[in-house]
């Protein structure tokens, strides 16, 4: 299984990105998935997360800015940035609990993509 995360760019403050992370493999069900970032010399933090029926939660951070969606028939999900900030400058990473089709259906894997870099500077 492999997580794909692309869309992250430069982008002046108040503009806005759309990520994307594409899920691929032996998938049998994504259950939830998330967003994470790292900003340089700080801790990976969660920001936003989706279960597989649609819940979503978000970091105080970025509420009322961010929106995350998931698309299960194509195994994606999205991260709509609006209005951002410097502060919202990191790498990003995708995060998604698999059932893998070619294990027990009750264990769920963790995986993690490879992360894309956003910028937000005037």
């Known amino acids: 299984v492999q997580l794909q995360a692309f869309g992250g760019g430069s982008v002046q403050p108040g503009g806005s990105l759309r990520l994307s992370c594409s899920v691929s493999?032996?998938?049998?069900?994504?259950?939830?998935v998330g967003w994470y970032r790292q900003a340089p010399g700080k801790q990976r933090e969660e920001v936003a997360t989706?279960?597989?029926?649609?819940?979503?939660n978000y970091a105080n951070s970025v509420k009322g800015r961010f929106t995350i969606s998931r698309n299960n028939s194509e195994h994606t999900v999205y991260l709509q940035m609006n209005s951002l900030k410097p502060e919202d400058t990191a790498v990003y990473y995708c995060?998604?609990?698999?059932?893998?089709?070619?294990?027990?259906?009750?264990?769920?894997?963790?995986?993690w993509g490879q992360g894309t870099e956003v910028t937000v500077s005037s």
């Open positions: 995060n998604a609990g698999v059932i893998r089709s070619d294990s027990d259906i009750d264990r769920e894997y963790d995986y």
């Open positions: 493999g032996r998938i049998f069900r994504i259950n939830a």
């Open positions: 989706i279960t597989r029926g649609g819940s979503a």
